[in-house]
């Protein structure tokens, strides 16, 4: 009768071992600053930031990264152990936060920049390893092996495991995690240049096409849109500086451009798909501010988001524009499932609805907004830069000394628990989380 009754028992009190656990987590998880009435405010601090739908679950400060600028960011989620990374790029290297506890976020440490400080710093990931450009002159680019952060208890310095000097400064970078290759974007007169990484730490240039000119930004897809022309085929959308370059680059000994997009253009910045591959989601970082006026926002700016219909991707079209309510500049945005999220400098983190996009319908569905500039305190979470230097999309050295480029750079919405992560120049790193 005993020896029937035992697996009963123990049955019982692993259940109810699991559910206690279940229960610590969910108290783990209690937000750093819950969004309340349009604020989350920090307790016991008179921090707080504006917001709709989204609270902080965790941050961490310049300070902390032992840097004065922040920059781009992207993530990382190890699939041996199911923990979840931020990668942020910082004016004097790359560092590494694990967020798996949202709430506790741990800094593990630096990658150091790999010649002089820069504020751009660009970094993508790819079979666990990230690949990082900056426009530090003679940067190159650094590879370096996450699964190094395994075991990590206490902040330290890490040491490139592969330096790719075949460039030297460049502005972006981007991986086709479905071919496996990375674009380097932005090397000055190297045009599309990707590198097979197959072998994550020997990475083989297979293509560089001068011809078709300085990406400031792209992305690269495996494309499964409405053309059928184009179906499986590899796609580069390269943000240009003045237009939106479609290149079929799935030979690499052959990229053929397909089309160009042409707008009422300031600065093409970035532009991103929709899931279906039928849109692309396009900014341009200077067409809210007035450039003979020092860069400052217009008296009238509004955060606009242009459309392009990519139906036919031989005759790419002009969908429609959308213009929110708040005033400041577009920077990276990423679209994920049937939302868009948006940094915008000094309007934070914007997530837009664009299911209806078919209908030229987009909304608004939260906010967190890290810019928080009437603060005169810092207690090391707020670093107010008199002088950035310029982009390389300015050209006359005046972008970098206005107020309107202040705030979230980047954001990285693809984490399987739905943290959502956001790189502030004068403030770190801000994990969010959206409100049940």
Excluded at 85 to 109: E, K, Q, R, S
């Amino acid at each position: 009768m005993i020896k029937n009754i035992l697996p009963i028992i123990l049955t019982i009190l692993f259940a109810s071992c699991e559910y206690e656990d279940f229960d610590d987590n969910k108290d783990v998880e209690s937000p750093l600053a819950t969004c309340v009435d349009g604020i989350a405010r920090i307790p016991g601090t008179d921090h707080e930031y504006s917001c709709l739908n989204y609270d902080l679950m965790g941050h961490v400060s310049l300070k902390e990264m032992d840097a004065e600028a922040g920059n781009d960011c992207w993530g990382w989620t190890d699939q041996t152990t199911g923990r979840e990374y931020a990668i942020m790029g910082v004016n004097n290297g790359t560092v590494f936060v694990d967020i798996t506890d949202p709430t506790n976020p741990v800094y593990l440490g630096k990658l150091l920049t790999a010649t002089v400080d820069s504020s751009w710093r660009d970094m993508k990931v790819y079979n666990d390893h990230v690949y990082i450009v900056s426009e530090a002159p003679d940067h190159g680019l650094q590879v370096f092996n996450l699964a190094k952060l395994r075991g990590v208890e206490s902040a330290k310095i890490f040491s490139t495991d592969f330096l790719y000097n075949q460039y030297g400064q460049a502005h972006n970078i981007a991986i086709n995690e479905e071919t496996g290759y990375a674009y380097t974007l932005g090397a000055r007169t190297r045009g599309i240049h990707a590198l097979n990484l197959s072998n994550p730490l020997s990475p083989q240039l297979e293509l560089e096409a001068p011809e078709f000119g300085y990406s400031h930004d792209a992305q690269v897809v495996i494309y499964k849109g409405p053309d059928q022309d184009y179906v499986g085929k590899e796609i580069y959308i390269g943000s240009n500086e003045n237009k939106v370059d479609i290149v079929d680059v799935t030979n690499k000994s052959e990229p053929k451009l397909i089309s160009t997009f042409l707008y009422d253009h300031q600065y093409t910045h970035q532009s991103w798909l929709t899931s279906d591959h039928k849109y692309a989601l396009l900014g341009d970082e200077v067409d809210e501010v007035d450039p003979s006026a020092g860069y400052e926002l217009k008296s009238d700016a509004k955060t606009r988001t242009i459309i392009i219909d990519l139906t036919d991707l031989d005759n790419p079209k002009h969908h429609y524009d959308y213009y929110a309510e708040t005033k400041a500049v577009d920077h990276n945005g990423y679209v994920n499932g049937t939302e868009f999220f948006l940094a915008s400098y000094t309007a934070g983190l914007r997530v837009l609805d664009v299911l209806n996009i078919d209908q030229k319908s987009i909304s608004e569905k939260g906010f967190f907004n890290t810019f928080n500039d009437h603060h005169d305190h810092d207690h090391g979470s707020y670093n107010k830069l008199s002088t950035k230097q310029q982009d390389p999309g300015d050209h006359i050295g005046k972008k970098g000394e206005s107020e309107a480029f202040n705030g979230a750079w980047s954001v990285y919405p693809f984490f399987k628990s739905e943290n959502i992560i956001i790189s502030d120049i004068n403030s770190g790193l801000f994990i969010v989380k959206k409100q049940n």
